[in-house]
């Protein structure tokens, strides 16, 4: 049996503090809650802080553990939000960032949500697939995913889920959102990249569902697909939403990356990644129980 979730009172080693030098840097802070800053910009990507992904604060999916050192709601300049369910759309973390002065740029039909939790339609930017908004210093392009949409709302699958392409100060970046593997993948490669560094959907995955979430090796397809270089696996280690242990997405990336060359990116949640990118694939997490790629294959229907 899979560990599901870390042992109670697990905490990550804390990262060392770096200096804000770079024209780069990206932080992770467990799922798919990212910081980009690039281009002189601030970057948010799916920001979760509360304590759950839920509709309730007393009942659902409770985070491992807490985000660490989050960015000051000042700071922020965008927030990018690939789609409403509750492990990317939080309600509360969204609210104060707009109202720190952020601007939320989220696809067709997510600004549905924040106008009615009154946020102003003048910090919203809603995009279509392939549609571009242009922020001082900084492009952003939503690009297609194949996933879906829903929560507790009136609105509940009447809106669109997407990843984000990023080019500024000098670097392209791409963020799958959550996703299985689609046609689309080379498209963005030809259309916006290569990237420097993709940030790939590569955990809370199923062998029953294997088309809303690619899984480990599925994730190294779309990077090379997409014409990535490096890579930062995301949607692991924040909260449990599939039946795999809380390790076996790193585990099983970490032995697919090295099969293919593929230069890793495995920061501890709130570390600093600073340009240019040093790849690695030592181990921050603990040992647990995980079964591999041989045991519980993830296959797309339209992985080929």
Known sequence: VADAAPPPGYRPPRPTAS?????????????????????????????????????????????????????????????????????????????????GGALVVVPLGVGAHLRRWGIADDRIRELDWWQVYRHPGATITATPARHGAGRVSPFANQTLWSGFAIEAGGRKLWYSGDTGFHEDLAEIGRRLGPFDVSMIDTGQYDRHWPDWHLGPEQAIAAHEAVRGKHLLPVHWAGFTLAHHGWTEPAERIVAAARCRKIPLLLPLPGERLQWPFTATAETWWPEARWRSAADDPIRSTRSG
Do not use: C, K
Not at 53 to 71: M, N, T
């Open 19 to 99: 200096p804000a030098s770079s024209p780069l840097a990206i932080r992770w802070f467990g799922h798919s809650s990212l910081s980009v800053e690039v281009g002189g910009a601030t970057i948010l990507i799916d920001p979760v802080w509360s304590e759950r992904v839920s509709p309730f604060d007393w009942i659902g999916p409770r985070r491992y553990f807490p985000p660490g050192e989050i960015p000051r709601a000042a700071d922020v300049d965008l927030v990018l939000i690939s789609h409403d369910h509750y492990d990317h759309l939080d309600r509360g973390t969204v609210e104060r960032l707009a109202a």
